[in-house]
């Protein structure tokens, strides 16, 4: 069992920056795909980026240009950069890989 944990979210004023870290407790070379998740109150959880074994990345619309997701295989990491961020980007942040969840991280964007 792989156990992800996610660091770096808070309070962070409109147009300032996080970056979000997730350290797995084992290889992540084993999943293709690692992703960064967020849930919003009263909303369902989405995916908000992606990125490939190879590099690959994929992002919802919503954060295209803003956000940057990355991984670190010798480090067992994954990041995520956030960049101007807005208030409708607050919500609890969980990494993942396939049936893997993190416990979840608030960022909280003031207006």
């Known amino acids: 069992q792989v156990q992800l944990v996610e660091s770096g979210g808070g309070l962070v004023p409109a147009g300032g920056s996080l970056r979000l870290s997730c350290v797995a407790s084992?290889?992540?070379?084993?999943?293709?795909?690692m992703n960064w998740y967020r849930q919003a109150p009263g909303k369902e959880r989405e995916l908000v980026a992606q990125?490939?074994?190879?590099?690959?990345?994929k992002y919802a619309d919503s954060v295209k240009g803003r956000f940057t997701i990355s991984r670190e295989d010798g480090k067992n990491m994954v990041s995520l950069q956030m960049n101007r961020l807005k208030p409708e980007d607050s919500a609890v942040y969980y990494c993942?890989?396939?049936?893997?969840w993190g416990q979840g991280i608030q960022v909280t964007v003031s207006a």
């Open positions: 084992g290889s992540i070379f084993t999943f293709n795909n």
């Open positions: 990125v490939g074994r190879w590099g690959s990345t």
């Open positions: 993942n890989a396939l049936q893997h």
